[in-house]
């Protein structure tokens, strides 16, 4: 495999504008972080700004922020500015919905209310909120750089250039449940975000940071998001990968089986990103905190590794068979299991399914994953029923269904805005939602272990949007499916349902693990179980580095714990295929 250059700060010189984007927990917020004081050290004027409602600026420098902006002292010349997208995003449904209470049904303005809190929302408000930065003429003068730990997708750009985006149609469709009217209200911002648009495409003034890890499903998310975003102009881009571990470890035979595995995903990268400059920064031995590791984490030279003597016992971690006897003992129907992708939920689905036929339940096993793949992970399976959803096809059926239906009573910039709302990730989620009820529908005596979960802003968009159905006359859509319907209050009723969340024992993942959670209360749906995934903790490595690694998990596992009240499990990390026999170990 031919080796990268180490990413270094000078990447950036003569760039004013800098966007980090990546799959969360792959390190963009400390490769920005260590960009920026990098710079900053080289005697630039410095602005960093994090829109990531997941981000942890405020751990990572040690001191409260806001969104204005904070001089860190102890670097002379960077600001830092942490945004709270959430909160704009609350503010700003606020001021749409607002003129309207008291004046249309609570059905209607509780569906309005829904359609406006998704991750397209967020996104939305996260624009608005660096488009300011950037098309500010004094923060121009005042900076040499303006940097910013997150970037907006292809999604929401596309949405901003649409005309139709604009237009008081918005408010008036009932095309069928999905991200409608991120953008009402919002015209006087129009010339701004046109700006903002023409900026990021400047290749003189702007570049777009990839950050990824040399594993599979970060490098397809990089590719995915390079193609799209280039596809719209921005096509000054680098890429990092971040984590890889150094010739120098590979005598510690985990580390030798971590080299293997990101070699083995660095050689067969997608071809999107052939052509892009590449960069690494090795595989560190502490987490990314403190002005000491920032400035170390782009630097050959690094400090030591824990000693042998500061690391505790690593053993004593709830194993998957604990989670697999609850679940048998309380008799849940329906299982998912939810995450970031990346994070291992497919796999551990199978396992737990594996562990449920081992004592005799009958249970069917259904995924997005091709089902050849699942085949492979189970071969030796008895008692277990696979199928497939083929996300691809369910979610052109379903945006085909909708714009049909659209397209009868509109045209032109309406439909293309259409259009372009059902590429939002609430439309994939509902359509592959669906498909999953129908299967559920049929199970009968089964238990049915699905390898995803739809979000709770998707649960209460159906929701909403069945009230709205039966409320407001006017309304063209489709009814929610019968299968919907009846899955719906199935999720809500923790007698027959578990979600089981996955993660990774790093910050970001549990940061976006916490979020899901906190989404599916909203739509009336309990988690109780957690697994975190492809633990050091949970191995017996005896590479320094890899131990001080596994250190640095405990903050991540003991947060879990808490949060589940007790009810996780942790999963080492494994350098054999996760199948059959190996899937058996983690049940034992």
């Given at each position: 495999?031919?080796?990268?250059?180490?990413?270094?700060?000078?990447?950036?010189?003569?760039?004013?504008?800098?966007?980090?984007?990546g799959?969360?927990?792959?390190?963009?917020?400390?490769?920005?972080?260590?960009?920026?004081?990098?710079?900053?050290?080289a005697?630039?004027?410095?602005?960093?700004?994090?829109t990531?409602?997941?981000s942890?600026?405020?751990?990572?420098?040690?001191?409260?922020?806001?969104?204005?902006?904070?001089?860190?002292?102890?670097v002379?010349?960077?600001?830092?500015?942490?945004?709270?997208?959430?909160?704009?995003?609350r503010?700003?449904?606020?001021?749409?919905?607002?003129?309207?209470?008291?004046?249309?049904?609570d059905?209607?303005?509780?569906?309005?209310e829904?359609?406006?809190?998704?991750?397209?929302?967020?996104?939305?408000?996260?624009?608005n909120?660096?488009?300011?930065?950037?098309?500010?003429?004094?923060?121009?003068?005042k900076?040499?750089?303006?940097?910013f730990d997150?970037?907006?997708?292809?999604?929401?750009?596309?949405?901003?250039?649409?005309?139709?985006?604009?237009?008081?149609?918005?408010?008036?469709?009932?095309?069928?449940?999905?991200?409608?009217?991120?953008?009402?209200?919002?015209?006087?911002?129009?010339?701004?975000y046109?700006?903002a648009?023409?900026?990021?495409?400047?290749?003189?003034?702007?570049?777009?940071i990839?950050?990824?890890?040399?594993?599979?499903?970060?490098?397809?998310?990089?590719?995915?998001?390079?193609?799209?975003?280039?596809?719209l102009?921005?096509?000054?881009?680098?890429?990092?990968?971040?984590?890889?571990?150094?010739?120098?470890?590979?005598?510690?035979?985990?580390?030798?089986a971590?080299?293997?595995?990101?070699?083995?995903a660095?050689?067969?990268?997608?071809e999107?990103?052939?052509?892009?400059?590449?960069?690494?920064?090795?595989l560190?031995?502490?987490?990314?905190?403190?002005?000491e590791?920032?400035?170390?984490?782009?630097?050959?030279?690094?400090?030591?590794?824990?000693?042998?003597?500061?690391?505790?016992?690593l053993?004593?971690?709830?194993?998957?068979?604990?989670?697999?006897?609850?679940?048998?003992k309380?008799?849940?129907?329906?299982?998912?299991t939810?995450?970031?992708?990346?994070?291992?939920?497919?796999?551990?689905?199978?396992?737990?399914?594996?562990?449920?036929?081992?004592?005799?339940?009958?249970?069917?096993?259904?995924?997005?994953?091709?089902?050849?793949?699942?085949?492979?992970v189970?071969?030796?399976?008895?008692?277990?029923?696979?199928?497939?959803?083929?996300?691809?096809?369910?979610?052109?059926?379903?945006?085909?269904e909708?714009?049909?239906?659209?397209?009868?009573t509109m045209?032109g910039?309406?439909?293309?805005?259409?259009?372009?709302?059902?590429?939002?990730?609430?439309?994939?989620e509902?359509?592959?939602?669906r498909?999953?009820?129908?299967?559920?529908?049929?199970?009968?005596?089964?238990?049915?272990?699905?390898?995803?979960?739809?979000?709770?802003?998707?649960?209460?968009?159906?929701d909403?949007?069945?009230?709205?159905?039966?409320?407001?006359?006017?309304?063209?859509?489709q009814?929610?499916?019968?299968s919907?319907?009846q899955?719906?209050p199935?999720?809500?009723?923790e007698?027959?349902?578990?979600?089981?969340?996955?993660?990774?024992?790093?910050?970001?993942?549990?940061?976006?693990?916490?979020?899901?959670?906190?989404?599916?209360?909203?739509?009336?749906?309990?988690?109780n179980?957690?697994?975190?995934?492809?633990?050091?903790?949970?191995?017996?490595?005896?590479?320094?580095?890899?131990?001080?690694?596994?250190?640095?998990?405990?903050?991540?596992?003991?947060?879990?714990?808490?949060?589940?009240?007790?009810?996780?499990?942790?999963?080492?990390?494994?350098?054999?295929?996760l199948?059959?026999?190996?899937?058996?170990?983690?049940?034992?």
């Open positions: 495999m031919k080796s990268f250059p180490l990413y270094q700060a000078n990447v950036a010189m003569g760039l004013k504008y800098l966007f980090f984007t799959k969360g927990g792959v390190g963009k917020t400390s490769t920005a972080c260590a960009t920026a004081v990098s710079l900053a050290d005697g630039k004027k410095v602005l960093l700004v994090s990531d409602p997941a942890n600026l405020q751990d990572v420098f040690g001191r409260d922020l806001d969104g204005k902006g904070v001089a860190i002292a102890e002379p010349g960077l600001v830092v500015a942490n945004l709270n997208p959430e909160e704009a995003a503010e700003y449904r606020e001021s749409v919905i607002g003129p309207y209470r008291g004046k249309l049904p059905s209607v303005l509780k569906n309005m829904e359609q406006l809190s998704g991750s397209c929302t967020v996104e939305i408000a996260a624009f909120e660096f488009s300011r930065f950037i098309t500010d003429d004094e923060l121009q003068q900076y040499d750089h303006i940097l997150t970037a907006p997708t292809g999604h929401t750009l596309r949405m901003l250039q649409l005309p139709s985006a604009w237009s008081s149609f918005i408010s008036e469709s009932t095309h069928g449940a999905s991200c409608l009217g991120q953008l009402a209200g919002l015209e006087e911002q129009k010339d701004m046109k700006q648009v023409a900026t990021l495409a400047d290749g003189k003034l702007t570049a777009l990839l950050v990824t890890r040399p594993e599979e499903s970060p490098l397809k998310e990089a590719a995915r998001s390079s193609m799209e975003l280039r596809d102009g921005i096509k000054n881009q680098f890429l990092v990968v971040n984590g890889l571990v150094a010739d120098e470890m590979a005598a510690d035979e985990l580390a030798q971590m080299q293997s595995k990101q070699q083995e660095l050689a067969s990268i997608p999107e990103l052939a052509g892009i400059p590449p960069y690494i920064i090795p560190r031995a502490y987490n990314v905190t403190g002005l590791n920032i400035r170390a984490m782009l630097k050959p030279e690094q400090p030591l590794a824990a000693s042998e003597a500061a690391v505790e016992s053993h004593n971690l709830p194993a998957l068979r604990t989670l697999v006897d609850e679940l048998h309380t008799g849940k129907k329906v299982i998912f939810m995450g970031k992708g990346g994070v291992g939920k497919t796999t551990l689905a199978a396992a737990i399914a594996l562990g449920l036929a081992q004592k005799g339940v009958k249970v069917q096993l259904t995924t997005t994953d091709p089902a050849a793949h699942l085949e492979f189970l071969s030796k399976a008895n008692g277990i029923t696979l199928s497939r959803i083929d996300e691809e096809k369910e979610l052109e059926a379903y945006r085909q909708l714009l049909a239906r659209a397209a009868e045209g910039d309406d439909l293309a805005y259409i259009e372009e709302d059902l590429r939002s990730p609430c439309t994939q509902i359509a592959v939602f498909a999953f009820a129908e299967i559920v529908a049929k199970a009968g005596d089964e238990v049915v272990v699905i390898d995803t979960a739809p979000t709770g802003h998707t649960l209460l968009l159906l909403a949007t069945q009230s709205y159905h039966h409320e407001v006359e006017r309304t063209q859509g009814e929610t499916p019968l919907v319907q899955l719906l199935r999720l809500r009723n007698a027959e349902t578990e979600v089981v969340i996955v993660t990774l024992p790093e910050a970001t993942p549990v940061f976006e693990a916490e979020r899901l959670s906190d989404d599916l209360a909203r739509a009336g749906i309990h988690n179980w957690w697994i975190v995934n492809a633990s050091f903790r949970a191995t017996n490595t005896t590479h320094p580095l890899l131990r001080a690694r596994a250190l640095a998990e405990a903050n991540w596992i003991e947060r879990v714990a808490a949060r589940s009240k007790g009810h996780y499990a942790v999963i080492p990390w494994e350098k054999r295929e199948k059959d026999e190996v899937l058996l170990e983690l049940l034992q």
